[in-house]
């Protein structure tokens, strides 16, 4: 049993109103209204970083583990790990977001890949000090997907956004309120009426 366990590493609630603990090394499945549980053994996972869903119900983990994915319909798991797909950026996966066209956008801390599952399309960024079109850094902190078909990445050295056709990649830079310049970006997100958030380390929001 899962209850007073001190290896829960992360709940998520889903669309179809199951909630999912995920404690080290399984997860499990609740379903309240049926007061009914199931669980999944998911070996060598020790940390969860986000949990996204995409439009077909599957779940997306990011963890230590791999790229872990749950298939709805097989009702079951399947980890991708750089040994079972080449495409993979790393198994110490530290974000991830999907964009329209089905793509699971991936970020470790060696480097930023996305990866579509259904047609293998696949393809790697990763940080040159010699090209400015290139990813800040190869530390990612944050994946979001906008309105605008644009990729928005946070690194420990700067924000930067790629255009999902192209791959062209911009760097952003961020700075404190007094203008003073601080890359050192932790966290992204979008709020409901577009705005872009960042969480710098030591100063907050911007």
Do not use: M
Not at 56 to 76: F, H, M, P, T, V
Not at 116 to 121: L, M, Q, R, Y
Not at 149 to 164: P, Q, R, Y
């Amino acid at each position: 049993s899962f209850e007073n366990n001190p290896d829960i590493i992360r709940f998520y609630s889903d669309s179809s109103s199951f909630v999912w603990c995920f404690l080290k090394g399984e997860a499990y499945r609740i379903d309240l209204k049926n007061n009914k549980s199931e669980s999944y053994k998911l070996s060598g996972l020790q940390s969860v970083h986000k949990i996204i869903e995409t439009p077909n119900g599957d779940l997306w983990i990011a963890g230590d583990a791999g790229l872990i994915q749950y298939k709805r319909k097989e009702n079951s798991f399947v980890v991708h790990t750089t040994a079972s797909n080449g495409s993979l950026i790393d198994n110490d996966i530290k974000s991830i977001d999907f964009d329209a066209n089905n793509r699971i956008w991936i970020g470790s801390q060696n480097g930023l890949c996305f990866i579509n599952f259904a047609t293998d399309e696949a393809y790697k960024f990763l940080y040159d000090p010699l090209d400015e079109h290139t990813i800040s850094s190869n530390t990612i902190t944050g994946i979001v997907y906008d309105l605008d078909s644009l990729v928005w990445v946070s690194t420990d050295a700067g924000l930067c956004h790629i255009n999902k056709y192209n791959y062209t990649v911009t760097r952003d830079d961020v700075f404190d309120k007094d203008g003073t310049l601080n890359n050192l970006t932790t966290a992204i997100e979008f709020d409901k009426e577009g705005y872009l958030w960042a969480g710098s380390d030591g100063v907050g929001l911007n």
